[in-house]
């Protein structure tokens, strides 16, 4: 498997989710993955890209959102970046069911931890934030379809 790259920047609104959610299934299809991980890709995806729409810039629509999608043999690193509002506490964030939001569900991050190898959120008040997540790819059976 050869290694790829792709960088895209967006502006935060909520039709560029599709948009994403495409875009990675695309790569999973073209790595041979199954169709639940590529499912559990679209979501991990779409979960990060929301978080810096709905929360990082607070819904404003002409600020940009950075994804990287970085694949080598071994792995699949994707990378969602924002210079929004960023996280006070982000071990509290991450926690299940935690959302500052009273109308939200607090899972987002939860599905990034459960879908993918490692997780790894830095954050900065009125700087913004940084989720880096990573699938390992050498673990993963070629599917059989
Ligand atoms: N990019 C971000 N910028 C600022 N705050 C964030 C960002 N991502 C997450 N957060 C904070 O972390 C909390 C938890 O995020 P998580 O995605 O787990 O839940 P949620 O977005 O509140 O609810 P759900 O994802 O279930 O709709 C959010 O409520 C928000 O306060
Ligand atoms: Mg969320």
């Known amino acids: 498997m050869k290694r790829n790259l792709l960088d895209l920047k967006f502006y935060s609104l909520a039709e560029n989710v599709g948009i ?12 041979d993955l199954s169709l639940n991980d590529i499912e559990e890709l679209k979501v991990v995806v779409s979960e990060a890209v929301s978080n810096s729409i709905i929360h990082g810039y607070a819904n404003h629509p002409d600020k940009l959102v950075h994804l990287t999608i970085e694949q080598n043999p071994e792995a699949l690193k994707i990378i969602v970046k924002d210079e929004g509002c960023g996280i006070p506490d982000v071990e509290q964030a991450m926690q299940p069911a935690f959302s500052t939001d009273p109308e939200r569900m607090g899972l987002g991050f939860v599905f990034m931890q459960s879908f993918m190898d490692d997780l790894q959120v830095e954050s900065a008040v009125n700087q913004g934030t940084t989720v880096t997540m990573i699938k390992q790819l050498d673990k993963i059976q070629p599917s059989t379809h």
Request: zero cysteines.
């Open 20 to 31: 994403t959610r495409m875009l990675i299934a695309s790569v999973g299809a073209q790595l």
